[in-house]
């Protein structure tokens, strides 16, 4: 953001290992020296300025007359790695199945891209569809789905690969560590949907502003602020809490994300964390975010940044309450971190770009709560790199937050995250292809404001770098706004973790009780106890390491719940507590882990009592 007294422009995101700025305050005449060095793909940006040409249409990115929020109308798709291992479409199993059901409604319009038809090593958007059958233009989902989920490793199916698909369709992306994290976010999206969750019309704006930090007190009080209180105006039906500068503290986050204050819609904005290439804690913690705890650049600088001032994946407790949220978080690395900086080459005058990271990643933090284990959120929006703070507003004084209440008003009535999300794709190419004209303009001795062509520059990195962590077709399920009785369901999703049963039982119904059905109930309990009893008879321990700078502590639960441990440098009371909290939730697991096997064959017994006309055990 530019001050009211200089061309000095602040940018988000904090540096932990030094608790520094990512990228110091620059004036706008360095920053332009650097985009002189920018440049688009020739076939990127002539679909950029195909997309900016439609901004006067009706619609966005699908074919005209195609309802975006009609799945049966617009297809919906997965990408897979063409050499992704088939377990992981059998532990989306659940999702695909239910949309399949969904976009064929009417007409063939699910699509699975895996295999021979998946994402080959080096793609480009353009080669993949000719692949599929498709080109540039309006989406047509008789051909390849509006929405599509990318399922898999940034490092094998790229970012840019991403970008450049999302300017005409709906895209999101999801990769986990394990399997069991991919059955369970499918599972929270059908149920949420097939159940028709119903949760509160309840939408919480989160605004950070730190001491003497231009850059959060900027998006507090331009951002947020008018945000919230113009989405208070638009939707009535909605009750609204915002929680700025003093209010927005770790702990408030804390209730917000998974607490008794949990709302249906949460858009924050901060500072995202960033670590240096090395950290242990980058994978874990990039993209957290930092709260009003902490108390500004002076009092961290030359300093790692303690974990008291910021909110990140291993903050999130056992227990939350996530199923249903949509989160929104304006905040650097928030959704992802690439491997290469994509800005620091420009700066320096460099002809590779700078490695950030081991690897391309998805952040934590989103991965947590979508994949919690008592049911999580259906999506988060976050941005992929650094976000730029200057990009809501224009020319130092004019907010241009239309993009932002566009998309919250799509999504708050009943419109998909995907559609939603579109409005930015609009942004990213109208800017994209005025910042390309402004450019080549300059090229030929044209006279540039710098403080307009910076923001021109931030502003377009901005859009390009939001993304959709999880489906793109999930939506808000909300109560109607009439008031009326809506249809019950849980709260929460109980699974026991990596010992995950789906026996198929639903005790609100009868079974279908078919031979089919039953064998696979029997044959997924039998594997089940197969592998538990060998992993007790290994007597494997689960071991869990918790670090915070040279603090470490490392501990090993054995299979009969016994716990050993080996601690490492100065130990803190915030680093023990969050370590007897992550040993104390696997001596759970092992537990859960039997009550789940056991609750898994009674409900397997009834089915065949049940089947047989015999009475049920409960």
């Known amino acids: 953001m530019p001050t009211e007294q200089t061309n000095l422009l602040f940018f988000n995101g904090i540096n932990a290992s030094t608790g520094d700025y990512l990228i110091p305050p620059l004036p706008a005449e360095e920053l332009v020296q650097i985009v002189r060095g920018e440049s688009f793909a020739p076939d990127h ?22 309802d975006p929020k009609d799945l049966a109308q617009t297809g919906w798709g997965v990408i897979f790695a063409a050499d992704a291992e ?12 239910y949309r399949r059901e969904q976009a064929n409604r009417s007409k063939d319009r699910y699509r699975e891209y895996s295999g021979a038809s998946g994402y080959r090593p ?48 709906a895209v999101g992306r999801i990769h986990f560590e394990t399997l069991d994290e991919y059955a369970q976010y499918a599972q929270s999206v059908v149920r949420a949907e097939r159940e028709q969750l119903a949760r509160p019309r309840h939408a919480a704006f989160f605004g950070v502003a730190n001491p003497d930090d231009g850059s959060t007190q900027f998006s507090a009080e331009r951002l947020v602020k008018p945000l919230a209180e113009q989405v208070k105006t638009d939707q009535p039906t909605w009750t609204l809490d915002t929680y700025l500068a003093e209010s927005a503290t770790k702990a408030r986050l804390e209730c917000l994300l998974g607490g008794a204050e949990t709302p249906a819609l949460l858009f924050t904005a901060s500072h995202g964390l960033a670590f240096d290439l090395g950290d242990p804690r980058q994978l874990k913690q990039q993209g957290a975010i930092v709260t009003q705890d902490w108390l500004g650049p002076e009092s961290t600088r030359g ?15 056992s227990d939350a309450r996530l199923f249903g949220l949509i989160a929104f978080h304006f905040a650097c690395f928030g959704a992802g971190t690439p491997r290469f900086d994509e800005f620091a080459h420009l700066r320096q005058g460099l002809r590779e770009r700078t490695q950030i990271a081991p690897h391309s990643f998805l952040a934590k933090l989103p991965k947590r709560i979508l994949a919690h284990p008592k049911g999580g959120a259906l999506a988060v929006v976050g941005h992929v790199d650094r976000a730029w703070g200057s990009s809501f507003v224009w020319n130092q004084s004019v907010d241009n937050l239309s993009v932002f209440q566009s998309a919250l008003k799509r999504l708050m009535e009943g419109h998909p995250i995907g559609s939603a999300l579109e409005f930015f794709n609009e942004r990213y190419a109208e800017l994209a292809t005025a910042l390309s004209s402004e450019l080549e303009e300059m090229k030929y001795g044209k006279k540039i404001d710098p403080v307009e062509l910076a923001l ?96 470490r502590i490392t501990s ?24 007897t909290r992550l040993v104390h939730e696997a001596q759970q697991q092992r537990i859960e882990s039997l009550r789940a096997v056991i609750e898994a064959a009674k409900q397997t017994l009834d089915m065949i009592r049940r089947s047989s006309g015999g009475p049920s055990s409960h």
Not at 45 to 66: F, I, N
Not at 86 to 97: K, N
Not at 471 to 497: F, K, S, W, Y
Not at 559 to 577: C, F
């Open 45 to 66: 940006l002539m679909e950029l300025k195909w997309r900016e040409a439609q901004r006067t249409q009706s619609h966005y990115g699908v074919k005209e007359g195609v």
């Open 86 to 97: 088939p377990a992981l479409r059998d532990a989306l199993r659940e999702l695909l199945d």
């Open 122 to 169: 080096g793609e480009s958007k353009n080669l993949f569809l000719a692949r599929q059958g498709a080109g540039p233009g309006p989406v047509d989902p008789d051909t390849v789905p509006y929405y599509l989920l990318i399922v898999g490793d940034p490092e094998k199916i790229p970012y840019a690969f991403q970008y450049q698909l999302d300017v005409a369709y």
């Open 303 to 317: 300093r790692a940044i303690p974990q008291t001032m910021y909110y990140a994946a291993d903050d999130v407790m």
């Open 456 to 551: 021109l520059w931030t502003a377009n990195n901005d859009a390009r770098g939001y993304a959709i962590v999880g489906d793109p077709a999930v939506r808000l399920m909300v109560a109607p706004p009439n008031g009326d009785a809506a249809p019950t369901v849980r709260e929460t999703i109980a699974v026991a973790g990596r010992d995950r049963i789906a026996t198929g039982v639903d005790d609100s119904a009868e079974p279908d009780v078919s031979p089919t059905r039953l064998y696979s109930a029997l044959e997924q309990l039998a594997t089940t106890l197969n592998r538990m009893a060998q992993e007790f008879a290994d007597d494997q321990p689960i071991e869990i390491t918790t670090a915070l700078g040279d603090a």
């Open 556 to 579: 090993q639960v054995r299979a009969d719940g016994g716990v050993s441990t080996v601690v490492q440098g100065i130990i803190g009371e915030h680093l023990l507590n969050v370590h």
